[in-house]
């Protein structure tokens, strides 16, 4: 079964700590993951995917096939950062995105 | 450009009541979905469209959800009748092309509560 868990619903963290989200995934092929996150009061927005091997706003993600994970990691968080995250797999075919339940992260001055 | 938009943002029904949301896509986007994210629960499929033709239809949650994409602009999503477990935010999704993968760009959602 194609599935994405994000094992926190909260991490809390002080700015300039160093910040973890964890996704793991269940899906048989070659998965394309992506970090969406939502701020508040705003949309639901593309943060990166691993195909791009990007770094987007200091945020960086790798997929590690062996541990099913594709964990979210800043080094150094700021409290612009506080926001909801959503670890996403994408199911080929079909089109359609399967997301885990979401990390709320709270950065505190 | 404008980006997704949907409508209302929020609506307020009893039990029983029919709801109708609306999205419109991003102009030229081929590709339109619906996900719902019921309270502290994962945002999940419902549907997708190319153009007005429905594309999977396997995340519905039953027959009491209708929805269409008529001239394969905007769409709609008719709730009827509206039960209290339909409550939760109601996002749609667009995205161009036919490539296997293009970045779906999200509305705001209609956060649709039934009580």
């Known amino acids: 079964a194609q599935r994405v868990t994000q094992p926190e619903k909260l991490l809390s963290v002080f700015k300039g700590a160093p910040v973890e989200l964890k996704c793991n995934y269940s899906?048989?092929?070659?998965?394309?993951l992506f970090w969406y996150v939502q701020y508040s009061r705003q949309r639901l927005q593309l943060l990166l995917r691993?195909?791009s091997r990007e770094s987007i706003k200091g945020f960086t993600a790798d997929l590690n096939k062996g541990e099913t994970s594709f964990h979210l990691k800043k080094p150094f968080a700021q409290e612009e950062d506080s926001a909801m995250y959503y670890c996403?797999?994408?199911?080929?075919?079909?089109?359609?995105?399967?997301f885990g339940a979401g990390t709320r992260l709270a950065v505190h001055p | 450009e404008a980006g997704v938009t949907q409508f209302p943002s929020h609506s307020v029904i009893e039990k029983g009541q029919t709801v109708t949301l609306r999205c419109d896509p991003i102009s030229g986007h081929d590709n339109l979905y619906w996900y719902r994210r019921v309270m502290g629960k994962e945002i999940k499929f419902l549907l997708h469209?190319?153009?007005?033709?429905?594309?999977?239809e396997s995340g519905m949650p039953n027959n009491r959800f209708l929805a269409e994409r008529t001239g394969g602009t905007y769409s709609t999503l008719k709730v009827q009748p509206a039960e209290l477990e339909d409550s939760g935010v109601y996002f749609c999704?667009?995205?161009?092309?036919?490539?296997?993968?293009?970045?779906?760009?999200f509305g705001p959602g209609t956060r649709l509560t039934v009580l």
């Open positions: 469209f190319v153009k007005e033709s429905k594309q999977d």
């Open positions: 899906y048989s092929g070659s998965p394309e």
């Open positions: 999704a667009s995205s161009p092309g036919s490539m296997k993968y293009n970045e779906q760009f």
């Open positions: 996403a797999l994408f199911s080929g075919g079909y089109n359609k995105l399967i």
């Open positions: 691993h195909i």
